[in-house]
């Protein structure tokens, strides 16, 4: 179980970060991964970091979405900034128990998901 905070509306250059606690083990012990998605779509990838903190990201995303781990608590977050309209979709946070670096192409490759939620970015 997953429990998601964050997203919201903001108008296009606005910035909104989420936060994903994992109600059982330790944030720190997770693989963590945020997708989206909007309707009639797959879930894409948008930014992951593996156990050893190694973050990778979607290229529609670099430069402009941070992922981090606070080092108290582990709690995991997407710092988003410079949204663009296309940004807009349903988030989801995903974890799964070990890995290098988190896979942004499988979502199958995850056992945890958040309940989503929503970005809506207006230009």
């Known amino acids: 179980q997953l429990l998601e905070s964050g997203g919201g509306s903001v108008q296009a250059g606005g910035s909104l970060r989420h936060s994903c606690a994992p109600s059982?083990?330790?944030?720190?012990?997770?693989?963590i991964a945020w997708f989206r998605q909007t309707p009639g779509t797959e879930r894409e990838g948008v930014a992951g970091?593996?156990?050893?903190?190694?973050?990778n990201y979607a290229d529609s995303v670099k430069g402009r979405f941070t992922i981090s781990r606070d080092n108290a608590n582990g709690t995991p977050y997407l710092q988003m900034h410079s949204l663009k309209p296309d940004d807009t979709a349903m988030y989801y946070c995903?974890?799964?128990?070990?890995?290098?670096?988190?896979?942004?192409?499988?979502?199958?490759?995850?056992?945890?998901w958040g309940q989503g939620t929503q970005v809506t970015v207006s230009s």
């Open positions: 995903a974890a799964a128990g070990w890995c290098r670096d988190a896979p942004l192409t499988r979502t199958d490759a995850y056992d945890w």
């Open positions: 059982g083990a330790p944030s720190r012990t997770h693989c």
């Open positions: 970091m593996g156990n050893e903190g190694r973050s």
